[in-house]
């Protein structure tokens, strides 16, 4: 599995505002992503609460994603 990747597309500001982040804290745009969703789907008994969880659904709302 390691060795097999999908494409996605993603909005080429969004792209360009995550690596200003980046500085320092991961070495790609798909380092960041490969984690966060690594911790999405994580199911180690840490999941977020409802108001986490409507928190992260607002700003998905906000960004126009759902």
């Known amino acids: 599995m390691a060795d097999d990747y999908r494409t996605v597309r993603l909005p080429e500001e969004l792209c360009e505002e995550a690596e200003k982040w980046l500085n ?21 008994g840490s999941k977020l609460d409802r108001q986490e969880e409507e928190l992260v659904q607002q700003r998905l709302r906000d960004l126009g994603y759902i």
């Open 24 to 44: 320092g804290h991961f070495e790609s745009l798909e380092a960041l992503i490969s984690f966060l969703l690594q911790e999405v789907v994580k199911d180690d």
